[in-house]
Protein backbone atom coordinates (compact mmCIF):
# COMPACT_ATOMS: atom_id res chain seq x y z
CA UNK A 1 0.00 0.00 0.00
CA UNK A 2 1.46 3.03 -1.15
CA UNK A 3 -0.68 6.20 0.73
CA UNK A 4 -3.52 5.30 3.70
CA UNK A 5 -5.41 8.54 4.50
CA UNK A 6 -6.87 7.84 8.19
CA UNK A 7 -9.00 10.29 8.90
CA UNK A 8 -10.91 9.34 5.86
CA UNK A 9 -9.90 5.60 5.87
CA UNK A 10 -9.02 4.72 2.26
CA UNK A 11 -5.61 3.12 1.38
CA UNK A 12 -3.91 3.47 -2.18
CA UNK A 13 -1.91 1.74 -4.52
CA UNK A 14 -0.01 3.19 -7.46
CA UNK A 15 1.33 0.62 -9.59
CA UNK A 16 3.51 1.66 -12.90
CA UNK A 17 3.00 -0.66 -16.07
CA UNK A 18 5.99 -1.04 -18.39
CA UNK A 19 5.35 -1.87 -21.73
CA UNK A 20 7.00 -2.29 -25.55
CA UNK A 21 4.64 -1.07 -28.03
CA UNK A 22 4.00 -1.44 -31.82
CA UNK A 23 1.17 1.20 -32.54
CA UNK A 24 0.39 2.70 -36.26
CA UNK A 25 -2.72 4.18 -37.41
CA UNK A 26 -3.90 2.95 -40.84
CA UNK A 27 -6.83 4.72 -43.42
CA UNK A 28 -9.02 2.79 -45.06
CA UNK A 29 -6.97 2.45 -47.93
CA UNK A 30 -4.34 0.24 -45.11
CA UNK A 31 -1.99 3.62 -45.43
CA UNK A 32 -0.40 4.36 -42.19
CA UNK A 33 -1.24 7.54 -40.76
CA UNK A 34 0.22 7.73 -37.28
CA UNK A 35 3.25 5.81 -35.65
CA UNK A 36 4.95 3.12 -37.21
CA UNK A 37 4.12 -0.71 -37.81
CA UNK A 38 7.89 -1.52 -37.63
CA UNK A 39 9.64 0.27 -34.67
CA UNK A 40 8.91 -0.74 -30.72
CA UNK A 41 8.11 2.15 -28.71
CA UNK A 42 8.90 2.01 -24.50
CA UNK A 43 5.42 3.12 -23.09
CA UNK A 44 5.20 3.11 -18.83
CA UNK A 45 1.85 4.23 -17.41
CA UNK A 46 1.05 4.82 -13.93
CA UNK A 47 -2.09 4.23 -12.23
CA UNK A 48 -3.47 4.84 -8.86
CA UNK A 49 -6.64 2.19 -7.57
CA UNK A 50 -8.34 3.33 -4.48
CA UNK A 51 -10.17 1.35 -1.28
CA UNK A 52 -12.16 2.20 1.55
CA UNK A 53 -10.23 0.55 4.49
CA UNK A 54 -12.65 -1.84 6.52
CA UNK A 55 -15.27 -2.23 3.79
CA UNK A 56 -17.24 -5.20 2.84
CA UNK A 57 -16.76 -4.69 -0.78
CA UNK A 58 -13.45 -5.82 -1.86
CA UNK A 59 -13.33 -3.59 -5.28
CA UNK A 60 -10.08 -1.33 -5.44
CA UNK A 61 -11.72 1.51 -7.71
CA UNK A 62 -9.44 3.28 -10.43
CA UNK A 63 -8.74 7.10 -9.24
CA UNK A 64 -5.86 8.15 -11.38
CA UNK A 65 -3.76 7.20 -14.71
CA UNK A 66 -1.20 8.89 -16.12
CA UNK A 67 1.68 8.69 -18.82
CA UNK A 68 4.91 7.33 -16.56
CA UNK A 69 8.49 8.31 -17.43
Do not use: C, M
Request: charged share 25%.
Amino acid sequence: IQAVDVKNRVAQVTIRFVSKLITATRDATGKVVDGDPESVVDVTDVWTFARALGSRDPTWHLVATEAGQ
